[in-house]
């Protein structure tokens, strides 16, 4: 009986490791755009849940890396965008600072649900504006501006209300 009571205490202790939540979260991140490329309105709000998720368990400078792998994800296998994802090199930079935003505002701002839709906002209006600039300046195909406009807004509103909600429920 003692040895599975040791075998329970070190599969606790095995679960219960915060690098080991680290370490899923990296792995979510990255692969969630390729088991589920599609469609985009699913794919990026559980990849902003995961977001939001992420900044309330670990601190900023533990994710800082991670929140650039799920674009890092969908140029290198050509997920998201077909004949068109080359494009998305330019956008990688600009879609992990925009996710630096989200996260960083989401933190620093304690008002409930204010937090999800500023942090939401800044993070739709700079994809926005920033895809804007690159589809004039270089010729970035349109597709980039409705994906990187509304429908980012609906995606971080959605993935980012859900988180809220899940960890006010857990905090309480």
């Known amino acids: 009986m003692q040895y599975i009571y040791r075998i329970y205490q070190k599969l606790d202790l095995i679960l219960l490791n915060k690098y080991l939540h680290l370490s899923l979260f990296y792995i979510l991140l990255f692969i969630t755009p390729l088991i589920l490329p599609g469609p985009q309105l699913l794919l990026g709000s559980l990849i902003n849940f995961l977001l939001i998720l992420g900044i309330t368990q670990f601190s900023f400078k533990q994710i800082a890396p991670a929140l650039f792998f799920p674009s890092i994800a969908s140029y290198t296998y050509g997920l998201l965008f077909g004949t068109t994802t080359h494009f ?22 304690k008002k409930d649900y204010i937090s999800v839709i500023l942090a939401s906002a800044i993070k739709a209006i700079f994809l926005f504006t920033m895809t804007l600039i690159l589809n004039r300046l270089i010729e970035l195909p349109s597709i980039f501006l409705s994906s990187m406009g509304i429908i980012q807004l609906v995606t971080v509103l959605t993935g980012g209300l859900i988180a809220n909600q899940l960890v006010k429920i857990k905090t309480v």
């Open 88 to 109: 998305l090199l330019y956008l990688i930079p600009v879609i992990g600072i925009a996710n630096i935003l989200y996260v960083l505002i989401y933190k620093h701002i």
